[in-house]
């Protein structure tokens, strides 16, 4: 392959972990080939907190938000004016940075960022991570170069657009899995007992918690073992639930280092964001998918499906849970060392490790061939 000279680079990535990280995998990419990066988030927390592991990279942050559901109110006329803001934003720091190329993650952190790119003469892509694409994305792709997505079953969303399969990047600093017995030590758990990771997220996930909850007391005579990441507010009302039912556990509002909760879990329970997908494929985890009931065109649940048919996967609303039947699938599966295998391996087969390289090598080739 030709070599690429070093270049500039903007990727604007901010307002939720699922465009975030798998932004910061793809800027890793880029500047260990020696090119510059420059990250555009947004001003919510998580992104100022993600930044602090990430002191390579240069950020701003944009004041953009995400689109009202009412067109016809003052929340659009605010909507429009922080876009307009964020594109006179973007076109400044592009006279004074001169990128040569632009990546939008998603979000409408990204819109103005690819409007702005497309103005000047620069080519341009966004990364659609999930099967059905977000309002944001869905506009940005009529100004972008090209459209890289995670799923095949994306590419019939994007109607007339130049698509190509990357994968979803997983972030580097997730890192590889750890030895399993050095893994349990810091959870304080037994390495001989099968372990349950619950998970909702960067965000964590209430329902996910009252679904656990409800099924925990029905789970204490199984013989395993639970790690639950509830987020912020859950943490002390599980860990009580789970101390009162005689379950050995380890329960935190967060754990940032989730290479090591990869590293022991044997079967996982989680939403179906297509960042938290592409992690469990990457550590080959089988799993039970709760998909957010309240995601935009029901998006989680098309993620979740297309793990379910590669046999990854189980799917459980959450409307239709039943502790029973919830807790008899959860120590099926957790017994049932075969199937667990079956579904590591399929797990597996469903996101490249190599996305990030596969998004870096689109970028580097536009750069060199120029193409606009």
């Known amino acids: 392959m030709t070599e690429t000279k070093p270049f500039r680079a903007i990727i604007a990535c901010g307002g939720t972990g699922g465009h975030l990280f798998p932004g910061l995998a793809v800027a890793e990419s880029l500047h260990e080939r020696g090119h510059e990066v420059l990250l555009f988030v947004s001003e919510k927390e998580i992104d100022t907190i993600a930044l602090k592991d990430h002191p390579q990279f240069r950020a701003e942050k944009l004041p953009s938000v995400g689109m009202p559901a009412m067109l016809i109110s003052p929340a659009f006329v605010g909507f429009l004016r922080r876009c307009w803001d964020s594109y006179r934003q973007c076109c400044s720091i592009y006279r004074k940075y001169r990128p040569s190329v632009v990546l939008g993650m998603g979000g409408f952190t990204s819109t103005a960022p690819i409007l ?40 019939k969303r994007f109607s007339g657009a130049d698509c190509i399969v ?95 909760v990869y590293s022991v879990a044997d079967v996982v329970i989680s939403r179906a964001g297509a960042s938290s997908l ?27 499906e297309i793990h379910v ?24 599966l957790l017994n049932d060392p075969a199937r667990c295998a079956a579904m590591t391996a399929a797990a597996r087969q469903l996101s490249p490790e190599s996305a990030a390289k596969n998004v870096a090598d689109v970028m580097e080739r536009a750069v060199r061939e120029g193409t606009k």
């Open 116 to 155: 702005a790119a497309r103005m000047q003469g620069l080519p341009c892509f966004i990364h659609e991570s999930n099967a059905i694409p977000g309002r944001a994305n869905r506009l940005a792709a009529k100004f972008a170069t090209r459209v890289l997505i995670g799923f095949e079953d994306c590419r």
């Open 166 to 260: 990357t994968g979803t990047p997983v972030r580097k600093n997730l890192g590889r899995p750890i030895e399993r017995n050095e893994a349990m030590k810091i959870f304080g758990l037994d390495p001989s007992r099968r372990t349950l990771l619950v998970t909702g997220g960067s965000q964590g996930a209430g329902g996910i918690n009252q679904a656990l909850f409800r099924t925990a007391p029905l789970l204490a005579q199984s013989g395993i073992q639970i790690i639950h990441l509830t987020g912020k507010n859950d943490d002390r009302l599980a860990a009580a639930n789970y101390q009162r039912d005689e379950i050995p556990h380890y329960v935190a509002p967060f754990h940032h280092r989730m290479e090591e």
């Open 278 to 304: 592409s992690e469990l494929s990457q550590f080959g985890l089988p799993s039970i998918l709760i998909p957010y009931p309240h995601a935009t065109d029901d998006h989680q649940k098309a993620n979740a």
């Open 309 to 332: 048919r590669a046999g990854a996967s189980l799917l459980a609303e959450e409307k239709d849970i039943v502790p029973e039947v919830f807790a008899a699938s959860i120590s099926n």
